[in-house]
């Protein structure tokens, strides 16, 4: 074959870790790259910012399991993606970022463009790699894929000096890892196995409470099979959200923060909580000290790090989430085999209980209200979209209404930068999924704050076509900065105001692209189902009630059970969401 550049035995290593797609922006660092990749038949897509780089990665990873490619200069090039690469680390998302540098031989010198890269991104990433050679970038390819995707999955990045992409080399390619799963690690033994059924048995009111690592894992079915089995009711972290279907009678949904009455009511009087891949985060349990105080606890994690640094637990079973449950329902069919009922009948008095708290507080809004709710928008979008349509969400009120009342019904079907919160995820995100499926339907539900972070990506739409739906659900605010001014603050609203923005609808019409402004309630049904009616790129802007919060609420500080819920409305003779549905 000859000598090759850097740059052709890169392209080459990335076809042999069967990329399909990479997201970027050219820059000087990263020319000699971007000159390769004009003949090689590799599909880039190239976006308006780096950080939509970054987050498009990582909503095409989250949809697919697999690792997502961005790919920006140096210097600043580099420096926008670390936000997203700092989502993706929190949600433990696999992203591999290739990142352009000066000449090695100026490195250090405050070069044109220079920046640490390496230095930046170690808290940032995963791992990363400094390429010092073009015949070490196969080997510092393979490496980073694999590191991307094993134990706990997370984002890698891979600096890449301009010198060392023009530089020629021999190619010596690694044999390929293959598609097998990815490698995790074990720790857990069989007599722990034994004691978690034992738990498991012994208890009256359990709880299952799943979080990310069950989709990372790919351990939905054995999750669903050891409900079954054990008639436990599970819920979900905002990261666990179409792990298991919302409409089973078993599913309780999201809980903590915004948690509907029921589900934070039932981890508070559970006897047996079982964490299958879910890190207790602050938002989950709210005040330590009274998360699941009466329940003995399990934890399934495959990172041992994880274990017992927010919350004590009773057991730990470090290892693949899959593997575990897949182990704990062997263990549980044999019990059963031998006449120990997996599912006592005081299991069905628990669930009947949790129905009783549902009826008390249902999860609800005043649907009678003139204004256009943006629940009711929502759940329209939910009644209306595919059932396998990709739901990509930013972070804010709008957030927690999708996570509260669109319905899932499969895994890997919900986008959401949960860790790290980062606002203007939603819209790239979409794209990512949209280009991992591009016959799917992708629903990018935004608030007009995060949506303006992130709008010029339109371009990147209207130029490859990308058919994602985008939902502006728009109050004219920072919504849950304005609530939390509201509730906690002594309605000291300060520096919310987002009353001066583009009419969307128009903007989107300016890059080419169809747009429509909904502002009745009576006009929802038809805009959703003419919005989902193609696959076309579309935007519809709603025109929310401004003054809608979210409940219920945990205050900060607060334990779940001190969870404030929203008075029922006053109800009046009109026409129901119902009779507009049926239209």
Same mark, same amino acid.
């Given at each position: 074959?000859?000598?090759?550049?850097?740059?052709?035995?890169?392209?080459?290593?990335?076809?042999?870790?069967?990329?399909?797609?990479?997201?970027?922006?050219?820059?000087?660092?990263?020319?000699?790259?971007?000159d390769?990749?004009?003949s090689?038949?590799?599909?880039?897509?190239?976006?308006?910012?780096?950080?939509?780089?970054?987050?498009?990665?990582? %909503?095409?990873?989250?949809?697919?399991?697999?690792?997502?490619?961005?790919?920006?200069?140096?210097?600043? %090039?580099?420096?926008?993606?670390?936000?997203?690469?700092?989502?993706?680390?929190?949600?433990?998302?696999?992203?591999v970022?290739?990142?352009?540098?000066?000449?090695?031989?100026?490195?250090?010198?405050?070069?044109?463009?220079?920046?640490?890269?390496? %230095?930046?991104?170690?808290?940032?990433?995963?791992?990363?790699?400094?390429?010092?050679?073009?015949?070490?970038?196969?080997?510092?390819i393979?490496?980073?894929?694999?590191?991307?995707?094993?134990?706990?999955?997370?984002?890698?990045?891979?600096?890449?000096?301009?010198?060392?992409?023009?530089?020629?080399?021999?190619?010596?390619?690694?044999?390929?890892?293959?598609?097998?799963?990815?490698?995790?690690?074990?720790?857990?033994?069989?007599?722990?196995?034994?004691?978690?059924?034992?738990?498991?048995?012994?208890?009256?009111?359990?709880?299952?409470?799943?979080?990310?690592?069950? @989709?990372?894992?790919?351990?939905?079915?054995?999750?669903?099979?050891?409900?079954?089995?054990?008639?436990?009711?599970?819920?979900?972290?905002?990261?666990?959200?179409g792990?298991?279907?919302?409409?089973?009678?078993?599913?309780?949904?999201?809980?903590?923060?915004h948690?509907?009455?029921?589900?934070?009511?039932?981890?508070?009087?559970?006897?047996?909580?079982?964490?299958?891949?879910?890190?207790f985060?602050?938002?989950?349990?709210?005040?330590?000290?009274?998360?699941?105080?009466?329940?003995?606890?399990?934890?399934?994690?495959?990172?041992?790090?994880?274990?017992?640094?927010?919350?004590? @637990?009773?057991?730990?079973?470090?290892?693949?989430?899959?593997?575990?449950?897949?182990?704990?329902?062997?263990?549980?069919?044999?019990?059963?085999?031998?006449?120990?009922?997996?599912?006592?009948?005081?299991?069905?008095?628990?669930?009947?209980?949790?129905?009783?708290?549902?009826?008390?507080?249902?999860?609800?809004?005043?649907?009678?209200?003139?204004?256009?709710?943006?629940?009711?928008?929502?759940?329209?979008?939910?009644?209306?979209?595919?059932?396998?349509?990709?739901?990509?969400?930013?972070?804010?009120?709008?957030?927690?209404?999708?996570?509260?009342?669109?319905?899932?019904?499969?895994?890997?079907?919900?986008?959401?930068?949960?860790?790290?919160?980062?606002? %203007?995820?939603?819209?790239?995100a979409?794209?990512?999924?949209?280009?991992?499926?591009?016959?799917?339907?992708?629903?990018?539900?935004?608030?007009?704050g995060?949506?303006q972070?992130?709008?010029?990506?339109?371009?990147?739409?209207?130029?490859?076509?990308?058919?994602?739906?985008?939902?502006?659900?728009?109050?004219?605010?920072?919504g849950?900065?304005?609530?939390?001014?509201?509730?906690?603050?002594?309605?000291?609203?300060?520096?919310?105001?987002?009353?001066?923005?583009?009419?969307?609808?128009?903007?989107?019409?300016?890059?080419?692209?169809?747009?429509?402004?909904?502002?009745?309630?009576?006009?929802?049904?038809?805009?959703?189902?003419?919005?989902?009616?193609?696959?076309?790129?579309?935007? @519809?802007?709603?025109?929310?009630?401004?003054?809608?919060?979210?409940?219920?609420?945990?205050?900060?500080?607060?334990?779940?059970?001190?969870?404030?819920?929203?008075?029922?409305?006053?109800?009046?003779?009109?026409?129901?969401?119902?009779d507009?549905?049926?239209?």
């Open positions: 074959m000859g000598k090759l550049t850097g740059s052709e035995i890169l392209l080459e290593s990335l076809h042999r870790q069967n990329v399909e797609v990479i997201f970027g922006l050219p820059g000087g660092a990263v020319l000699p790259l971007y390769a990749l004009y090689a038949g590799v599909r880039h897509l190239l976006v308006r910012h780096e950080q939509a780089a970054a987050f498009a990665a990582d %909503g095409y990873a989250r949809a697919t399991g697999k690792p997502g490619v961005l790919l920006v200069t140096s210097g600043p %090039g580099a420096t926008n993606v670390m936000t997203g690469l700092t989502s993706a680390l929190m949600d433990s998302i696999p992203v970022a290739l990142t352009g540098q000066v000449p090695a031989s100026m490195i250090g010198k405050d070069g044109f463009q220079e920046a640490d890269t390496i %230095g930046i991104s170690l808290p940032c990433t995963k791992q990363n790699f400094a390429a010092k050679s073009a015949a070490e970038i196969p080997s510092i393979q490496r980073a894929f694999r590191a991307a995707v094993s134990g706990r999955p997370g984002p890698v990045l891979v600096d890449l000096p301009k010198s060392v992409l023009m530089e020629k080399s021999e190619a010596c390619y690694p044999p390929s890892s293959g598609s097998g799963r990815p490698e995790r690690i074990r720790e857990w033994r069989d007599d722990e196995i034994e004691r978690a059924a034992d738990m498991i048995l012994e208890s009256r009111s359990a709880v299952l409470y799943v979080g990310g690592g069950v @989709v990372h894992s790919e351990g939905w079915d054995a999750l669903a099979a050891l409900a079954e089995l054990t008639q436990i009711p599970v819920t979900t972290t905002l990261m666990g959200l792990a298991f279907p919302s409409r089973d009678p078993l599913s309780l949904g999201m809980l903590g923060m948690g509907s009455y029921a589900t934070n009511t039932a981890i508070c009087k559970c006897d047996l909580l079982i964490a299958v891949g879910a890190r985060d602050d938002r989950v349990t709210g005040r330590v000290n009274g998360f699941a105080s009466e329940a003995r606890k399990i934890q399934i994690d495959v990172d041992p790090s994880e274990v017992n640094k927010n919350v004590r @637990v009773d057991l730990a079973l470090v290892g693949d989430a899959r593997e575990a449950l897949e182990a704990l329902l062997d263990e549980l069919r044999r019990r059963a085999a031998q006449g120990q009922s997996p599912a006592p009948p005081c299991r069905r008095e628990w669930l009947r209980l949790i129905e009783a708290w549902r009826a008390e507080h249902p999860l609800t809004y005043d649907k009678y209200a003139h204004t256009v709710k943006p629940q009711f928008v929502i759940e329209t979008l939910s009644r209306y979209a595919d059932e396998d349509a990709i739901v990509s969400v930013d972070v804010g009120q709008h957030q927690m209404w999708a996570a509260q009342f669109f319905d899932f019904y499969t895994p890997r079907t919900w986008l959401s930068s949960s860790g790290l919160g980062a606002m %203007g995820y939603g819209f790239p979409a794209m990512g999924a949209q280009l991992a499926f591009p016959d799917r339907q992708v629903i990018a539900i935004v608030g007009d995060g949506f972070m992130t709008l010029n990506d339109l371009a990147t739409v209207a130029q490859y076509h990308v058919p994602v739906k985008i939902a502006v659900i728009n109050n004219r605010a920072l849950m900065v304005r609530q939390w001014q509201e509730i906690f603050f002594e309605k000291r609203y300060c520096d919310i105001d987002l009353n001066f923005a583009p009419d969307f609808a128009k903007l989107a019409e300016s890059y080419g692209l169809r747009g429509m402004r909904v502002e009745h309630r009576t006009d929802v049904v038809d805009a959703v189902r003419d919005f989902l009616g193609d696959r076309e790129p579309c935007l @519809v802007d709603f025109w929310v009630d401004p003054a809608e919060n979210v409940y219920p609420i945990v205050p900060p500080g607060a334990s779940l059970a001190e969870m404030v819920v929203e008075p029922p409305p006053v109800l009046v003779e009109e026409e129901s969401l119902d507009l549905w049926a239209v």
